[in-house]
């Protein structure tokens, strides 16, 4: 969907224009709730307006803190239309880490619900610099009295005046977004992101998937994950429906609701294409008219390619890696998927990449270095973290421009496909070798009977690091660390074979489902 109007375009112009075109349609369905694009225009354009009531400013940040619900959709354009940034948090967040974030960003305003109310409370109180905290679901009056400039969210839509948003003050090269990252190697860091990183993300991102306005696709990752996010954007960007739900964890349940709904574009991550794997139901599911199916941060097990064809016969199916800092790096053609398993692919529209080594000089083909990433999809910065920012953006080719330092240890082939090889701070350092961790949890991730793998580096006397492993089997699968360390030998160089290997029921999991291996030793 083009945008027409003769301004410069923003973020929020998705839903303006989706609502303008296809009032009526469906655009989200969530929670057995149904809205179309023109109540979600009107309910937004009234939380915005009462947001600039409260004291909201243009730059503001905004903190959500709620779970996937209609609300959490409806305040995220309302924060855009209120010419504010808006900050996602997932719900599963401890109170601690939300006060951390609360006192990076310094929010003049946080949308969150009832239910999380012992999360919130002490940090919200805390925090100076809030003008408006609006509460959806049911609190009682005490609660909410105990909250400063507090106010129901129906209230807040009541209040505001639907018909129209209140007047743009933006330009496309403003904050849209503060996304944080996870925080595993120290604080999280907010991911500044501005209306034309963002816009630029959608309108890459949407061209290569083949994005159709009758496309319904599903999301059940956080949207405070931005993987996640992109889902609800570019449905609204292309006027489709979006299918939004919590989680994957009553598997049965989304699959029925794919059914019912018809989706046609399924997002997942290694986790969900696990559980997949291990339902013996799933032949009883009709999903003839899935058009799509994504995968990011790592090329996909050949076994789960070879599972998601079986599944989705017709589907395309798309390796992406990426990291938030720009949003997408890299998809892999579906026709390329048999040709190139293990590769991340080639760099998506309007970017460029390319591999340099330690001393920032660009290597060849099948030379292990550092990504860098070129293009309008890279972040402005870290938010109030100049020294980290310095680290990540640096002058590129051309004068006066930065590009990205990933971070990402990858290589690419002659025809220039990109392999994802692995973070340079997860790199183990064994018998004076480097070992990819991820190029390991590749060859136990492959051997049948594996359904999650996580390899560490340990402090070893003689190797200086030992590789180890931790592995959770399928379900009714028995295997001992012995044949699963036989395995690895077949398959891998033998400084690479993990040296301690650790079965377990199932690995620690971040927020947004990724294996974290802060919380393995």
Known sequence: MQITHGAVPLLHDYLLQSARELPEKIALVCMKQRLTYAELDARSNALAHSLITAGVKRGDRVVIFADNTVEAVVSFWAVLKANAVVSIVNPLTKADKLSYLLNDCRPAAIITDAHIHFIFAEPVRACAHLKC????????????????????????????????????????????????????????????????????????IASYLELQEDEVILGVLPLAFDYGLYQMLMTFRTGARLVLERSFTFPAQILNLMVDEGVTGFPGVPTIFSILAELKSLKDYDLSKIRYVT??????????????????????????????????????????????????????????????????????????????????????????????????????????????YTGDYCKMDEEGYLYFVGRMDDIIKSR??????????????????????????????????????FVVLEEGVTMTEKQIQKECQSRLENFMVPKHIVTMPSLPKTDTGKIKKTGLS
């Open 295 to 404: 995968n990011t941060a790592a090329a996909l097990p050949v076994k789960h390619i070879l599972m998601l064809r079986d599944i989705f016969p017709t589907a395309r199916i798309y390796s992406m890696y990426g990291l938030t800092e720009c949003k997408r790096c890299t998809y892999l053609p579906p026709k390329d998927i048999d040709r190139k398993p293990a590769s991340v692919g080639i760099a998506i529209p309007n970017t460029e990449m390319w591999i340099v080594d330690e001393d920032g000089n660009k290597v060849g083909s099948d030379t292990v270095g550092q990504l860098v990433i070129r293009g309008a999809t890279v972040m402005k910065g870290y938010w109030e973290k100049p020294e980290s920012t310095a680290k990540k953006l640096k002058p590129g080719p051309l004068p006066g421009e930065q590009v990205l």
């Open 432 to 469: 004076g070798e480097k070992v990819a961790p991820k190029e390991v949890e590749n060859i136990l991730m492959n051997i049948p009977g594996v359904k999650e793998a996580a390899v560490i580096g340990v402090p070893d006397d003689i190797l200086g690091q030992a590789v180890k492993a």
């Open 133 to 204: 905290v609006i509460v959806s679901g049911v609190i009682d009056d005490a609660k909410l009295a105990g909250l400063p400039h507090a106010q129901r969210w129906a209230d807040a839509i009541a209040n505001g005046d639907r018909t129209t948003p209140p007047a743009r003050t933006c330009i496309d090269i403003d904050l849209a977004a503060i996304i944080y990252t996870s925080g595993s190697t120290g604080d999280p860091k907010g991911v500044m992101l501005t209306h034309r990183n963002m816009l630029t993300a959608c309108t890459s």
